[in-house]
């Protein structure tokens, strides 16, 4: 069936160290992939997104990869920041659908 | 400009009780979707809704559970006679009408039921 899942549940980090959360999606029917960022007793918040015609994006210290020919997403956060624990969620959906597929996240913990 | 409102924040039930929960979409948004999220999991898609209509609730479970988007007010997501397994947050996000995909969260509804 159709999943988005990540290979990692927790991903424990330096401040300072470069972050990277990986993505596996199923469904190759997928064309608009989005990061987002969730606090604990918050909603997700949005990072990044990634559209399937592109296979990298970067935005204030993130970068996003696409890899179509494997189904795979990554995340990249730059020095990493104790402000940037949190857990992590890749989500997508389809061209004519609006709803959002998520996968199970990841938790990035940074300590100082 | 204030982000997508929920509210309550949470909310205790008692099994058999109805809980109602509600969502303000941004301003300008007319796109209106409801997720479940259970402990150490990912968001799970229930509805997604426009003004006065349904337009897709193939993930909200056949029996107890309605929501609307009235043409005035804010959009109600209703579970009737909860049982304990409702437990869980319930999220709310919205989108502009020409969206790319881009959806906007509120800060969730936790549900506990007794």
């Known amino acids: 069936g159709e999943s988005v899942g990540l290979h990692l549940p927790t991903l424990s980090v330096q401040e300072g160290d470069n972050s990277i959360i990986n993505c596996a999606y199923s469904?190759?029917?997928?064309?608009?992939f989005i990061w987002y960022k969730q606090e604990s007793g918050k909603g997700p918040q949005f990072i990044i997104d990634?559209?399937?015609?592109?296979d990298k994006r970067q935005g204030q210290r993130v970068t996003v990869l696409l890899n179509k020919t494997v189904k795979h997403l990554s995340l990249q956060i730059a020095a990493t920041q104790p402000g940037d624990s949190a857990v992590y969620f890749c989500?997508?959906?389809?061209?004519?659908?609006?709803?959002?597929?998520f996968g199970k996240g990841t938790m990035l913990l940074v300590s100082p | 400009n204030a982000g997508v409102m929920q509210n309550p924040r949470h909310l205790v039930r008692r099994r058999g009780q109805e809980a109602r929960l509600r969502c303000s979409p941004m301003?300008?948004?007319?796109?209106v979707y409801w997720y479940r999220q259970l402990p150490e999991e990912g968001l799970k898609f229930m509805v997604y809704?426009?003004?006065?209509?349904?337009?897709?609730e193939s993930g909200m479970p056949k029996e107890r559970f309605s929501a609307e988007f009235p043409k005035e007010g804010p959009s109600i997501l209703r579970i009737q006679q909860v049982v304990r397994g409702d437990s869980a947050a319930y999220f709310c996000?919205?989108?502009?009408?020409?969206?790319?995909?881009?959806?906007?969260f509120g800060p969730g509804t936790r549900l506990t039921v007794l």
């Open positions: 469904n190759s029917a997928s064309d608009y």
């Open positions: 301003k300008g948004h007319s796109h």
């Open positions: 809704l426009q003004k006065e209509n349904i337009i897709d």
């Open positions: 990634i559209r399937s015609n592109m």
């Open positions: 989500a997508e959906n389809k061209s004519g659908y609006s709803t959002l597929t």
């Open positions: 996000a919205s989108s502009p009408p020409a969206s790319h995909g881009e959806q906007f």
